[in-house]
């Protein structure tokens, strides 16, 4: 179901398989007319060159057949796969189309390529003006970009009141690059809307897979507070301690005010300096516990063994500091334990019962248990290897082999967020089987060079040569050209396509991709009133950007900067010097919480 493309290994496999069982394919024909011989613009330049196209009126054969522009330039890979299919079945396949109604810009163009409407010709003579059910904007780097899309989800979910999370959709040419920005972004409280992530590897997105990762990395540091920090604020190890946010902005105050910057015990430089070092975790943890024995009045207080007891409003909490010291030193003893190189079983019972004792799955990370469950199968399999050759001698494994190990198997499995198509805003990577219809479809990472990627050259690959492919081969880009089309038919209200108008790190201005450009001038061409151009929203640097508060004159064919949020609102006032004033009528209450 919902299969873009099967290789001919595959159809053959399912021939063979239709002799014993029923098999029932269904799959996306994005055109109801017969379009097996569209050639491509690259084909049809190679029939020209070897004299098949026929265009004089005078001669007796027909030239090739066109049909819809964008089809040929884009539907390479599913015509393939359409004629592979036809010619599997005989021919034989029941067609269930729906013309939509053609009244926006976005229906007009799925109407077009339906019925196969070449660019000169059109069934509907009336142009439209451009509309919000398809809309380009370019985007100052990836934050915007997501940034602009979160506050555009939210604006149609209030505009809409039939409009529900699991009819949206976010989907990312890359999800690497852009996780980050969306984490950050979409997990902002108060959360709006739920949402799920799929597409994001294990390594990356899994919590309980990063606390591992994390705990092998403290062997191979200096444990200073940032590798020591990145492991304290991972949920897995807050979830099994009790550990709050507020409990972390604190601890963080106390190992600032303390100087503690790396090393849990260096040796004293001086006579003068601590036993445990002047910026070492031990110095730092003895100042806390002292400042639990000596009152600030206690005569002596400031000559304890060459340390300061270090108290503040906080360090009354008896809880709170026991709570801390006792992570740090739970850390450290399992860093100086993992600190050696010893045998598979070995590593699997000490990792097994560390896991155990450091960390614990939080109640909204339900996916985490599956992780769990892997690394564990992980550590048994690896295990299982290092005894396979009992013949040879034993090799003792180090820290960083047993974490590299762990870091492969992490990276082939697919971790996320939620249940997909059922939590929410589905957020996804643009790839086979995402293209299925949503009422909103989101489309990011749209820019020159990012899309839709670059043919690979390789000499051991025989497709790569000068001679004709066979049917059903296709390159990254056709495929990546074949899935922008799919998108564009499944959205079935509105369609947003992003691109990074600029990089902000080189300071230079950045293009959309070929398909987006090919997309806006088939619009200007065929549905626009003559002579008008297709507007691409610009949306500002930042989102207290004047321009997000006069966006009058957009208004009736983007929306994605019609909501800003309560703090761009306060930013904007502030930067127009009335916010005094704009205060001044606002409530005591209502001051306070802005």
């Keep these: 179901f919902g299969l873009s493309q099967l290789s001919a290994f595959h159809l053959r496999l399912f021939e063979h398989l239709q002799r014993w069982f029923a098999i029932h394919i269904y799959t996306l024909n994005p055109c109801e007319a017969f379009w097996e011989d569209v050639p491509t613009p690259a084909e049809r330049r190679s029939l020209e060159r070897r004299g098949l196209v026929i265009t004089s009126p005078d001669e007796t054969h027909d030239p090739p057949i066109i049909g819809h522009p964008l089809l040929a330039t884009w539907g390479k890979s599913g015509r393939d796969h359409i004629r592979m299919l036809c010619q599997l079945t005989d021919y034989n396949f029941e067609a269930a189309y729906q013309e939509p109604a053609a009244d926006t810009v976005l229906h007009r163009l799925q109407s077009q390529m339906l019925t196969m409407t070449p660019a000169e010709e059109t069934t509907h003579p009336a142009r439209l003006p451009q509309d919000r059910s398809l809309q380009m904007m370019g985007c100052p780097g990836r934050l915007r970009e997501v940034e602009s899309v979160h506050q555009s989800i939210i604006h149609n979910l209030e505009s809409d009141p039939h409009l529900k999370p699991t009819d949206v959709a976010v989907l990312v040419t890359q999800m690497e690059p852009y996780l980050p920005c969306l984490e950050l972004t979409f997990n902002r409280v108060p ?341 008008t151009l297709f507007q691409i929203h610009k949306v500002p640097l930042s989102g207290h950007d004047s321009q997000r508060f006069t966006a009058a004159e957009t208004a009736t064919w983007a929306d994605t900067g019609m909501r800003p949020t309560l703090a761009d609102h306060v930013a904007h006032y502030r930067s127009l010097g009335v916010w005094d004033s704009v205060a001044a009528t606002i409530s005591e209450p209502e001051h306070t919480r802005l």
């Design 191 to 531: 959360q709006p809307f739920t949402y799920n992530l799929v597409d994001a590897k294990a390594d990356t997105q899994s919590a309980y897979g990063r606390a591992l990762l994390d705990l092998l990395a403290l062997t191979e540091g200096d444990f200073g507070r940032k590798q020591v920090f990145g492991l304290i604020q991972n949920p897995c190890l807050m979830q099994r301690f009790g550990i709050a946010s507020d409990h972390l902005r604190i601890w963080a105050d106390w190992v600032a005010a303390l100087g503690i910057f790396h090393s849990y015990q260096s040796p004293p430089q001086s006579p003068t300096e601590p036993a445990g070092g002047s910026f070492s975790w031990l110095q730092g943890l003895r100042r806390l516990r002292l400042a639990r024995i000596f009152a600030a009045t206690d005569p002596g207080r400031d000559h304890v063994a060459n340390l300061l007891p270090y108290s503040d409003i906080h360090t009354a909490d008896d809880e709170l500091l026991q709570r801390f010291c006792q992570v740090v030193e739970l850390l450290h003893e399992a860093a100086c334990t993992l600190q050696t190189s010893a045998g598979a079983a070995w590593w699997q019972s000490t990792l097994t019962s560390l896991c155990e004792r450091l960390f614990a799955i939080p109640p909204d990370y339900p996916g985490e248990r599956h992780m769990r469950d892997v690394l564990y199968e992980s550590l048994a399999e690896m295990t299982r290897t290092h005894q396979l050759g009992p013949h040879l001698p034993a090799a003792d494994l180090s820290p960083a082999m047993v974490k590299a190990c762990l870091a492969d198997r992490l990276a082939t499995i697919n971790g996320g967020r939620g249940e997909y198509l059922t939590d929410g805003v589905t957020v996804a990577q643009l790839q086979p089987m995402r293209p299925i219809p949503f009422k909103i479809v989101y489309v990011l990472g749209l820019q020159e060079g990012l899309f839709p990627g670059r043919t690979e050259s390789a000499s051991l690959d025989l497709r790569s040569g000068h001679g004709d492919r066979r049917l059903g081969e296709t390159t990254l880009p056709e495929r990546n050209r074949y899935l922008f089309l799919e998108t564009l038919l499944s959205a079935r209200q509105w369609l947003y396509l992003s691109f990074i108008n600029r990089d902000l790190e080189k300071d230079r201005p950045m293009q959309p991709c070929s398909p987006l450009v090919e997309l806006k001038r088939h619009i200007e061409a065929t549905i626009l009133p003559p002579e």
